[in-house]
T-cell receptor, first 116, second 117 residues
Framework: AAGVIQSPRHLIKEKRETATLKCYPI?????VYWYQQGPGQDPQFLIS???????DKGSIPDRFSAQQFSDYHSELNMSSLELGDSALYFC???????????????FGAGTRLSVL | AQSVTQLDSQVPVFEEAPVELRCNYS??????LFWYVQYPNQGLQLLLK??????LVESINGFEAEFNKSQTSFHLRKPSVHISDTAEYFC???????????????FGKGTKLTVNP
């Protein structure tokens, strides 16, 4: 079965540069979530979108922005990168039309961002 | 706000031994509970979920977890582990949206399970 696709898998940037992470949800999933996992840490929720509208917001820095497009894919834009932004960034998707199963989030393999 | 506590950060065991990874949660409303597994340098894979119904849930690779509402726990167990089970295991919770919860998953700090030969 198709899974959540994230690109790129690895990204190396310099401080103050900009990065764009992409996420393609499971087909027919309408909700996308972004999480950040620092080294040795648990994943932390950043932001989510449902039907192209922001549905919830967590501890996302103002330097970061995200959106969901008409084909349901999502992009996380990160500007003025700092060393502390080095982390694994996960995207997850779910379907809000699947009853209780709407509460299940399926994760992509993640994008490992290294800021030098 | 909800929170998840995984009491053990590291659990070393020998192959074929039983294991229990503990998870407790705190929430004032109904929750849905999950265990995710993260193999080294890989993403998060859904291992088990409790949404409703039977409080004992099982995975295809021999893990099981039991939702205990009175003890607010969702411990993960396996009667006989394999070396290939070596990974980090995250317990996570999301709230019942019909009771004003948020969709976001809140994770515990994770438990690193190391299975030794």
């Amino acid at each position: 079965a198709a899974g959540v696709i994230q690109s790129p898998r690895h990204l190396i940037k310099e401080k103050r540069e900009t990065a764009t992470l992409k996420c393609y949800p499971i087909p027919r999933h309408d909700t996308v979530y972004w999480y950040q996992q620092g080294p040795g840490q648990d994943p932390q929720f950043l932001i989510s979108f449902y039907e192209k509208m922001q549905s919830d917001k967590g501890s996302i820095p103002d330097r970061f922005s995200a959106q969901q497009f008409s084909d349901y894919h999502s992009e996380l834009n990160m500007s003025s990168l700092e060393l502390g932004d080095s982390a694994l960034y996960f995207c997850a998707s779910s379907s809000q039309t699947s009853g209780l199963a709407k509460n299940i989030q399926y994760f992509g393999a993640g994008t490992r961002l290294s800021v030098l | 706000a909800q929170s998840v506590t995984q009491l053990d950060s590291q659990v070393p065991v020998f192959e074929e031994a039983p294991v229990e990874l503990r998870c407790n949660y705190s929430s004032s409303v109904s929750v849905y509970l999950f265990w995710y597994v993260q193999y080294p340098n890989q993403g998060l894979q859904l291992l088990l979920k409790y949404l409703s119904g039977s409080t004992l849930v099982e995975s295809i690779n021999g893990f099981e977890a039991e939702f205990n509402k009175s003890q607010t726990s969702f411990h993960l167990r396996k009667p006989s582990v394999h070396i290939s089970d070596t990974a980090e295991y995250f317990c996570a919770v999301t709230l019942d949206l019909t009771q004003g919860g948020s969709e976001k998953l809140v994770f515990g700090k994770g438990t690193k399970l190391t299975v030794n030969p």
